[in-house]
């Protein structure tokens, strides 16, 4: 009965923020857990597949929507929670909302893109039957501080997993191979790549030391920042060795081979840039621990169409645009890596905000390597945008942009409304998460990003 009203009330709250206009709230969650505080417990129990964890600090969304796509293509009924709305609230808002009037479930699995700091929780209420874990990077220096304390939160977690349940973590990266330390190795599936498109000049940044001793890593190969293969100079240790390895390139048709346990078969690479074929690579991953064929997931990779934000495709008055958000030094390195790739000339623009969902503080742009970025990117002119638009001008002087090349417009419409203009081809769109909400609410507006997905 508590239970119900939990649901009712939280549901009739949704409804009443949402026609209040605040979209995307936390109520539902807090209300739901005032009301019953084991709610996400109680519902998650009632998921016949569980509950699936997806976190680390980059690559979340995309790993989430790619493990979701793959599951529905096998035939399961998933549901997912909001991009963005990772938290705890989140989360029990996500199941709420796919919870009948009986207390019946509406899907058989739950997918959840978690925030590294509310895994503990979220994993001692719902013993999930898998966690996936991408990476940990530094994220904005205000909001979790040390990436180490982020480790210890996700290594908590693992704690409370299903005793039949499976951890899915990124070998290449030292921080989430240790994970898999504690854990028996049949709870274990490893991925990484043996073979990818290394960037010899980029740096190893956050990790250069034994998560176990301290003592330097050596790097046989890194494929981007400090995701390698990797042994201890100290210890010994090294990177696990791998379940699930991307073991071929193929670069003109845009597919690589991968191999699942003993098993090789060739997949699309859906999504451009190295840290997104780790994305995909992880979902793979998953799927297949879960029983998915190799050759399946290949078929269902065909149809993927990634999420607003994560270098999605639309068209402005006839103009090519593409989005990408930027949320922190190392997933914004990677977005410039691969507009570095397309050499067609386009106008660029990068949108600030510092809202708390955006981190507050945007020194990390600061961290950004537009130094050696920008000369390889096609961009001609830049605009900058949002309420931290003068911060990001002068952090684009500094990387030598000069004055005649660069735009000031605080009012994001009307940014966007100008670089579409002044574009003869295409338009790059950078912004922080706030900034790409009201850029998105914007362009749906005029009726240009219909096909959007919520969230
Ligand atoms: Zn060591």
Not at 72 to 90: D, E, F, I, K, Y
Not at 106 to 124: F, G, K, N, W, Y
Not at 303 to 310: E, H, K, S, T, V
Not at 358 to 386: I, M, T
Request: hydrophobic share 45%; charged share 20%; aromatic share 8%.
């Amino acid at each position: 009965m508590r239970l119900w009203l939990a649901v009712f009330l939280a549901r009739a709250a949704g409804w009443a923020s949402r026609v209040l206009g605040h979209g995307g709230s936390s109520l539902p969650g807090a209300v739901a857990r005032a009301i019953a505080p084991s709610v996400l417990q109680e519902l998650g129990r009632r998921l016949p597949s569980g509950a699936v964890l997806v976190t680390g600090t980059n690559g979340k969304t995309t790993t989430a929507a790619l493990a979701e796509h793959l599951m529905r293509r096998g035939g399961r009924a998933v549901l997912r929670n909001q991009t963005g709305a990772n938290l705890v609230l989140g989360l029990t808002a996500a199941l709420i909302q796919a919870t009948g009037w009986r207390l019946l479930p509406r899907a058989d699995l739950a997918l959840l893109e978690t925030d590294e700091a509310s895994v503990p929780r979220a994993a001692a209420e719902l013993r999930p039957r898998g966690i996936v874990v991408t990476n940990f990077f530094r994220d904005q220096l205000d909001r979790y501080g040390e990436l180490t304390h982020a480790v210890r939160l996700v290594a908590r977690g693992l704690e409370a997993l299903d005793p039949d349940g499976r951890a899915i973590l990124n070998a290449d990266d030292p921080n989430v191979a240790r994970l898999g330390e504690p854990l028996r190795s049949e709870q274990v599936v490893f991925y990484g790549m043996v073979a990818g498109w290394g960037d010899p000049e980029d740096s190893p940044g956050d990790v250069r030391h034994c998560p176990l001793c301290g003592a330097e890593l050596l790097y046989r190969r890194r494929f981007y920042a400090h995701l390698g293969e990797y042994r201890c100079t100290g210890c010994g240790w090294q990177r696990p060795p791998l379940t699930v390895a991307v073991e071929e390139m193929d670069l003109v048709h845009r597919r690589v081979k991968v191999r699942f346990g003993d098993v090789a078969a060739w997949v699309p690479a859906v999504l451009p840039g190295t840290y997104n074929l780790y994305n995909q690579l992880a979902a793979m991953a998953w799927a297949w621990s879960w029983g998915m064929a190799p050759d399946a997931l290949g078929e269902a990779l065909n149809d993927f169409r990634p999420a607003f934000g994560r270098m999605e495709r639309t068209a402005v008055r006839g103009r090519e645009v593409w989005f990408a958000l930027v949320k922190n030094p190392t997933g914004f390195n990677q977005v410039l890596a691969t507009l570095a790739a397309e050499p067609q000339a386009a106008v660029g623009l990068v949108a600030i905000n510092d809202d708390y969902a955006d981190g507050r503080d945007v020194s990390w742009l600061w961290d950004v390597d537009f130094e050696r970025w920008l000369p390889r990117v096609a961009v001609r002119q830049w605009w900058v945008s949002g309420r931290r638009a003068l911060d990001m001008a002068v952090r684009l002087k500094y990387a030598g942009v000069a004055a005649e090349a660069l735009t000031i417009e605080e009012d994001l419409a009307r940014a966007l409304e100008g670089a579409v203009d002044s574009a003869a081809g295409r338009v790059y769109v950078l912004p922080t998460y706030t900034a790409m909400l009201a850029l998105r609410r914007h362009l749906t507006k005029q009726g240009a990003v219909r096909h959007f997905r919520q969230g």
